[in-house]
């Protein structure tokens, strides 16, 4: 009988040995599908459910994922060895036509947000069950790098399912499984048992949106929460302070900036004496650089949690020019070339950000208006959830955004492709170009340093394409993040520089 009471209580500690941890989001993700968005919030998800073939580190060096190994045989042709053994998690095994099905779908399928990275790759050659090889069009000296976002997924389950099922039901390689989503209230995910690599700590993951600051604080503070991501700068110290608590900062790779419509050539959401786009004149941009105060919003909105952008990615990003500075706040500068432009009373602007994507997005762009109200500038802010803010700016109707982007991969081509090249559907190019800006120079340079590998020579390249492109304020920085996070006491992670939260990482002491 006595046995029978050990065997019992064995059973019954195991049972509640079952370790959960609960993460508070600053943003929820938009979907399980790997390729529809290409955000932040949703790739750290995304991460967490599919591998790559490569994988960066904490230090974002390229390290392994599901190929073992490869060899760069010249500048076009790249042979990966994939990992043996590795299941998806409905039990399908996963091989060398995986590959070749999410390289063809990144690449082509039309709601694809990630096909500029994947364009190079001209053919997928399966060489055996276990060996793929890259065919390139062009020498490409990023795709490396940027196969961390191929999020692998399964040709046999994905082939044929329905768009819904592939972005609220994912099924991947990673150390997590989807369970459950119940939008705008939580997400399930547990451990996958079978993953290749080191075993999750915890067995189930329950992520929880918590995109109102006051709510994400009292999670945590109440113990409803474990990790809280976004840490809101108004109760920062406080938290840092609390011992029930680990505060955790890194400097992050996110630039926080405004775009204007350079390509109208009549206002679209604002009113000007003529009717025209004031900002098809590089005066008008130049004046709201010089009329926002940057250091006033990282002073008094953010806590001191930030530091300037002098361009359009921080300085732990390949291409980062340091010769480059901030120019200081001049309003009165601001002024005179408003008045040069022929706008000495200013004009009227709708600033149209998001309420639930970023640190104080709301405040930052009130914090903008107001400042820009100084030099005769009249902006009303249209603050909206990211859900409807986004695809308003994607689809360019807006005038004057609110917006961030972070070199996710450690390198600056994923900005000049992105954001500044002219908008290229065909080629992948300029897929996020919202201001619509088109400089032929520019475009020339950023196609050229895409196709050197000589990592010296593109580098000062990227440095050419960044001063022109401040000459002509193709886009306003603002900003750096520095990315915060708050954990109770026992529970161990290191924060990364792109913000990516991978849980089999997390711990307890």
């Given at each position: 009988?006595?046995?029978?009471?050990?065997?019992?209580?064995?059973?019954?500690?195991?049972?509640?040995?079952?370790?959960?941890?609960?993460?508070?989001?600053?943003?929820?993700?938009?979907?399980?599908?790997?390729?529809?968005?290409?955000?932040?919030?949703?790739?750290?998800?995304?991460?967490?459910?599919?591998?790559?073939?490569?994988?960066?580190?904490?230090?974002?060096?390229?390290?392994?994922?599901?190929?073992?190994?490869?060899?760069?045989?010249?500048?076009?042709?790249?042979?990966?060895?994939?990992?043996?053994?590795?299941?998806?998690?409905?039990?399908?095994?996963?091989?060398?036509?995986?590959?070749?099905?999410?390289?063809?779908?990144?690449?082509?399928?039309?709601?694809?947000?990630?096909?500029?990275?994947?364009?190079?790759?001209?053919?997928?050659?399966?060489?055996?069950?276990?060996?793929?090889?890259?065919?390139?069009?062009?020498?490409?000296?990023?795709?490396?790098?940027?196969?961390?976002?191929?999020?692998?997924?399964?040709?046999?389950?994905?082939?044929?399912?329905?768009?819904?099922?592939?972005?609220?039901?994912?099924?991947?390689?990673?150390?997590?499984?989807?369970?459950?989503?119940?939008?705008g209230d939580h997400i399930t995910l547990v451990a996958n048992k079978d993953y290749w690599g080191p075993k999750p700590y915890f067995d189930k993951v329950i992520l929880k949106p918590l995109t109102n600051d006051a709510a994400r604080t009292a999670a945590l503070l109440?113990?409803?929460?474990?990790?809280?991501?976004?840490?809101?700068?108004?109760?920062?110290?406080?938290?840092?302070?609390?011992?029930?608590?680990?505060?955790?900062?890194?400097?992050?790779?996110?630039?926080?900036?405004?775009?204007?419509?350079?390509?109208?050539?009549?206002?679209?959401?604002?009113?000007?004496?003529?009717?025209?786009?004031?900002?098809?004149?590089?005066?008008?941009?130049?004046?709201?650089?010089?009329?926002?105060?940057?250091?006033?919003?990282?002073?008094?909105?953010?806590?001191?949690?930030?530091?300037?952008?002098?361009?359009?990615?921080?300085?732990?990003?390949?291409?980062?020019?340091?010769?480059?500075?901030?120019?200081?706040?001049?309003?009165?500068?601001?002024?005179?070339?408003?008045?040069?432009?022929?706008?000495?009373?200013?004009?009227?602007?709708?600033?149209?950000?998001?309420?639930?994507?970023?640190?104080?997005?709301?405040?930052?762009?009130?914090?903008?208006?107001?400042?820009?109200?100084?030099?005769?500038?009249?902006?009303?802010?249209?603050?909206?959830?990211?859900?409807?803010?986004?695809?308003?700016?994607?689809?360019?109707?807006?005038?004057?955004?609110?917006?961030?982007?972070?070199?996710?991969?450690?390198?600056?081509?994923?900005?000049?492709?992105?954001?500044?090249?002219?908008?290229?559907?065909?080629?992948?190019?300029?897929?996020?170009?919202?201001?619509?800006?088109?400089?032929?120079?520019?475009?020339?340079?950023?196609?050229?340093?895409?196709?050197?590998?000589?990592?010296?020579?593109?580098?000062?390249?990227?440095?050419?394409?960044?001063?022109?492109?401040?000459?002509?304020?193709?886009?306003?920085?603002?900003?750096?993040?520095?990315?915060?996070?708050?954990?109770?006491?026992?529970?161990?992670?290191?924060?990364?520089?792109?913000?990516?939260?991978?849980?089999?990482?997390?711990?307890?002491?």
């Amino acid at each position: 009988m006595r046995k029978l009471y050990v065997l019992l209580a064995l059973f019954f500690a195991g049972t509640v040995a079952a370790k959960t941890l609960v993460v508070g989001l600053s943003s929820e993700p938009r979907s399980g599908d790997p390729f529809a968005f290409n955000e932040t919030p949703t790739n750290s998800f995304n991460y967490n459910i599919y591998d790559a073939l490569v994988m960066l580190d904490a230090n974002l060096k390229v390290k392994p994922g599901l190929a073992t190994s490869w060899e760069v045989k010249d500048a076009r042709t790249i042979v990966f060895h994939l990992r043996k053994g590795v299941k998806f998690h409905d039990g399908t095994p996963f091989d060398a036509e995986d590959v070749k099905y999410t390289v063809e779908r990144a690449k082509n399928w039309e709601k694809s947000q990630f096909k500029v990275y994947f364009k190079p790759i001209k053919e997928v050659i399966i060489k055996d069950k276990y060996t793929v090889i890259l065919k390139l069009s062009r020498p490409a000296p990023v795709l490396i790098r940027d196969l961390r976002r191929l999020r692998i997924m399964s040709k046999e389950s994905t082939e044929n399912a329905k768009p819904e099922d592939i972005a609220f039901h994912p099924i991947g390689t990673g150390p997590y499984k989807f369970k459950e989503w119940v939008k705008g209230d939580h997400i399930t995910l547990v451990a996958n048992k079978d993953y290749w690599g080191p075993k999750p700590y915890f067995d189930k993951v329950i992520l929880k949106p918590l995109t109102n600051d006051a709510a994400r604080t009292a999670a945590l503070l109440s113990g409803a929460v474990d990790v809280i991501e976004d840490v809101p700068l108004t109760d920062a110290e406080r938290i840092a302070k609390d011992k029930r608590f680990t505060f955790l900062k890194t400097d992050g790779l996110r630039l926080i900036f405004v775009g204007v419509d350079v390509a109208r050539d009549k206002i679209y959401k604002g009113k000007t004496p003529d009717g025209k786009n004031p900002f098809k004149d590089v005066r008008v941009r130049k004046a709201f650089y010089y009329g926002i105060d940057v250091e006033g919003i990282i002073k008094y909105i953010n806590r001191g949690y930030n530091s300037p952008a002098s361009q359009y990615f921080p300085s732990t990003v390949f291409g980062y020019d340091p010769t480059i500075k901030r120019e200081p706040y001049n309003p009165e500068k601001a002024k005179q070339l408003l008045k040069e432009a022929g706008y000495p009373n200013g004009f009227e602007v709708t600033l149209d950000a998001p309420n639930d994507r970023y640190i104080n997005d709301e405040k930052v762009a009130a914090a903008i208006a107001a400042d820009l109200a100084k030099i005769g500038i009249k902006v009303k802010v249209n603050a909206i959830p990211k859900a409807v803010f986004f695809p308003m700016v994607n689809s360019n109707k807006t005038s004057f955004f609110l917006l961030g982007w972070s070199c996710s991969s450690a390198d600056g081509a994923a900005f000049f492709d992105n954001i500044l090249h002219t908008r290229d559907k065909e080629r992948g190019y300029g897929r996020f170009n919202d201001a619509g800006y088109s400089n032929p120079e520019v475009d020339k340079l950023i196609e050229e340093q895409d196709t050197l590998m000589d990592q010296a020579k593109r580098e000062k390249i990227m440095h050419r394409i960044t001063k022109l492109a401040l000459k002509d304020m193709a886009y306003i920085p603002l900003y750096y993040y520095v990315n915060l996070f708050a954990a109770k006491k026992g529970i161990v992670f290191t924060p990364r520089a792109d913000h990516v939260m991978y849980y089999r990482d997390f711990r307890e002491e």
